[in-house]
Nanobody, 125 residues
Framework: QVQLVESGGGLVQAGDSLRLSCAASGRTFISYIMGWFRQAPGKEREFVAAISRSGSATAYADSVKGRFTISRGNAKNTVYLQMNNLQPEDTAVYYC??????????????????WGQGTQVTVSS
């Protein structure tokens, strides 16, 4: 079992930056592939980014590529999402997820076993 707690969301203007954090409990954090997803009102939860167990590999949705960066600090049991040049279409609740088993399926939300409660990101134009 692992518990995930996101933080760092807020209200910003277009072009601003935010860094989300996700703190994980437990001593097996390094064994988890970690992901970030987001869900806007009335829309499906969608993949944003993922990072491998060691942090050596990352994956991004096309909509955030070049603007968002996922990273992890295994010593701190934390995964981060640095979001730059935020746009109104990035407005959503952002969720941290853990324990995808297969790297080739990291964009599929059903592959993750554990989820945080979410943090709201609102970008005004």
């Amino acid at each position: 079992q692992v518990q995930l707690v996101e933080s760092g969301g807020g209200l910003v203007q277009a072009g601003d930056s935010l860094r989300l954090s996700c703190a994980a409990s437990g001593r097996t954090f390094i064994s988890y592939i970690m992901g970030w997803f987001r869900q806007a009102p009335g829309k499906e939860r969608e993949f944003v980014a993922a990072i491998s167990r060691s942090g050596s590999a990352t994956a991004y949705a096309d909509s955030v590529k070049g603007r968002f960066t996922i990273s992890r600090g295994n010593a701190k049991n934390t995964v981060y999402l640095q979001m730059n040049n935020l746009q109104p279409e990035d407005t959503a609740v952002y969720y941290c997820a853990a324990d995808s088993k297969r790297w080739d399926m990291v964009s599929r939300r059903n592959e993750y076993d554990y989820w945080g409660q979410g943090t709201q990101v609102t970008v005004s134009s």
